[in-house]
């Protein structure tokens, strides 16, 4: 199996290296090549903008897309595809940098883009206002960890934006609780494989539910959909695009990937791209080197069902065809994972799904996200740099993260790192300020009726708005929607400053609030912490802290202050007096 093996991960390793600027490449190709002086995107977006949390003022990214725009025009799209973007890049995505543009939700469409074609496309399911979501979920013989919090979470964007803009989304995502890792997993606890997957299950789901993730309306598991999954491997060996192959454990199903003259169109890789470079011995029961296992005959103490072929299991790819086929037919509109599953994992489901149906596309938008690294470093145990969600979660608040994870687009790399958390850690911490402050503000009577001023700041929350939703609409950039919240965050703290009338603070409030439900950033409800019978008592607090304070008894302010701090508040001093918010 060494020859397999090896095959798939070189060719993984191409196909990562070709596609990861070859929807860049294919626009460059188009202009002449001409010098540009390096770093000129660099100065366009970042002239008098200091980045917040990794993310570009949506000023900013409106340059970036001007001078890329301009760039193309006057030919040097080639300059761009050489990455002359420096930290810029991981904003936005390239692709998100170069690609036309719309100007608000009522009047642009949303905008995807297709693994399987490379290109951006405009998104219109298969049936209308309704979407179709699979998204490959957890093996669940470990915790979840921060890089699958990272791939989730791009499709709790993708599915809260979706939901916004009115579609009923069917969100589906699979629960692998049959597999080697598993089996091997379970030998060393000495638990039963399918003890072992439920009781890592309930982990991973309360580290999902902590970091605010919704519920998919299915998660179906591999062990229960054991008979499909044997009728889908004799539907295709009956189609001519499978075979039973024996070896020194019994008989087995492999799908014949020569049989299906798509194979690799997902991947953009043909068969001597996947083999070149490794052994081309076939391993015993298989006719080629690239089959793969629909079917596993069972070895001695593993988990095993009945099927025509003896006892085994399933392969790993055709348990998504399979649960997807049976939650939405044969065809659904969304495919998601991580790009690391493109191939073999999603290249294979494709090729059997299709073969065993006769229905093609199967999928019309394959959706991948980035992958994860830690420190510049890819996430690894030996490195010692391995987190687990649930201890990421220990550390930063749910919301830290995904402020975080929005900084990044979802198919651009993004780096975890402590001044990058810490710095999403603020931007929150300002966004709570903010709210305080205009709750604060909101309390006093009104002095004037609205003018001129007002009404401009609720015409700029208007503004943000379509920016906002502009953004999310072009391929679901969160890194644009999350710079136009913070932006948004400056203009109220900016009018609070200047005494804006308190209806047009509100209606600002308003919008950031609903920026923060679609970004799954929505502060907690303080009905649900105490309601008012807790702010009247941290009220108290703070009027007995500023009474010590001005007697100079800084023993008791400071008393009170650092117990506040136990109990989760945080006490500011502001130009209208103290006040107290949870941290």
């Known amino acids: 199996m060494r020859d397999v093996h090896d095959a798939r991960v070189l060719a993984r390793r191409a196909f990562e290296q070709e596609l990861q600027h070859r929807e860049v490449l294919v626009r460059a190709r188009r202009v002449a090549d001409r010098p540009v002086a390096e770093g000129h995107l660099e100065a366009l977006a970042l002239e ?15 340059r970036l897309h001007l001078g890329a725009d301009a760039l193309l025009r006057e030919g040097h799209g080639a300059a761009i595809a050489r990455g002359r973007l420096g930290a810029c890049a991981p904003l936005a995505g390239l692709e998100t940098l170069i690609a036309p543009r719309g100007r608000g939700r009522s009047s642009m469409p949303i905008v995807v883009t297709n693994t399987l074609t490379g290109a951006r496309e405009t998104f219109e399911p298969m049936r209308p206002g309704e979407v179709s979501m699979y998204v490959c979920g957890l093996t669940v013989y470990d915790e979840a960890h921060i890089g699958h919090a990272r791939t989730i979470a791009a499709y709790d964007f993708i599915r809260r934006h979706l939901e916004y803009r009115g579609y009923r989304v069917r969100h589906v995502m699979n629960v692998t609780d049959v597999d080697d890792k ?18 890592i299950e309930k982990l991973v789901d309360a580290s999902l539910d902590e970091l605010g993730i919704l519920r998919p309306h299915a998660s179906p598991r591999v062990s ?56 081309k011995d076939v391993a015993e029961g298989k006719r080629h080197p690239a089959d793969f296992a629909l079917w596993k005959a069972a070895k001695p103490g593993e988990v095993a069902w009945d099927s025509p072929w003896g006892k085994g299991r399933p392969g790993w790819h ?38 065993a149906t006769g229905v ?15 420190n510049g470093e890819k996430m690894s ?3 010692g740099n391995f987190t687990t969600l649930r201890a990421a979660l220990a550390k930063w608040p749910a919301r830290v993260l995904r402020l975080w994870l929005a900084g990044t687009h979802y198919r651009s790399p993004i780096d975890m790192s402590e001044a990058g958390l810490a710095q999403a850690a603020k931007n929150v911490e300002r966004l709570d300020t903010m709210l305080a402050n205009v709750e604060h503000a909101l309390a006093k009577p009104p002095a004037r009726a609205m003018d001129d001023r007002d009404r401009a700041l609720v015409a700029l929350a208007r503004e943000r708005r379509e920016a906002f939703d502009a953004a999310m609409d072009n391929d679901f950039n969160t890194p644009v929607a999350l710079a136009t919240l913070l932006e948004l965050v400056g203009d109220v703290n900016r009018a609070l400053a200047a005494n804006v009338h308190p209806e047009a603070l509100a209606k600002a409030r308003d919008v950031v609030l609903s920026f923060t439900d679609r970004l799954g950033l929505a502060p907690a409800k303080t009905a649900a912490r105490g309601g008012e019978g807790e702010g009247a008592l941290l009220e108290l607090l703070v009027e007995l802290r500023e009474a010590a304070r001005k007697r100079r008894d800084f023993a008791t302010s400071d008393r009170i202050r650092d117990r506040l701090g136990e109990l989760g508040f945080v006490v500011e001093d502001t130009a209208g007096g103290p006040r107290a918010r949870r941290k």
């Not at 348990?319 to 939405?328: K, L």
């Not at 199967?362 to 690294?373: D, E, M, N, R």
């Open 48 to 62: 008098g903008d200091e980045p917040r949390g990794g993310v570009a003022s949506a000023a900013a990214v409106e």
């Open 318 to 355: 055709i348990e998504c065809s399979v649960m997807s086929t049976e939650a939405f037919g044969p065809a659904f509109d969304i495919h998601g994972g991580g790009w690391d599953l493109i191939f073999p994992h999603h290249e294979n489901e494709l090729a059997q799904t299709e073969s």
């Open 381 to 383: 145990k030996s490195l």
């Open 360 to 374: 093609d596309p199967a999928v019309k938008y394959w959706i991948h996200a980035g992958f994860l690294t830690v």
């Open 224 to 279: 229960e959909h054991i008979d499909g999954i044997v009728r889908m491997a004799q539907t295709l060996i009956d189609r001519g695009h499978a075979y039973v192959g024996e070896d020194e454990h019994g008989r087995s199903v492999y799908f014949d990937v020569r049989a299906d003259p798509d194979y690799g169109k997902l991947s953009h890789l043909d068969l001597d791209q996947m083999l070149e470079g490794v052994r």
């Open 182 to 199: 598993i089996i091997h997993r379970a030998r060393e606890t000495g638990e039963e494989p399918l003890a072992l997957a439920r009781r």
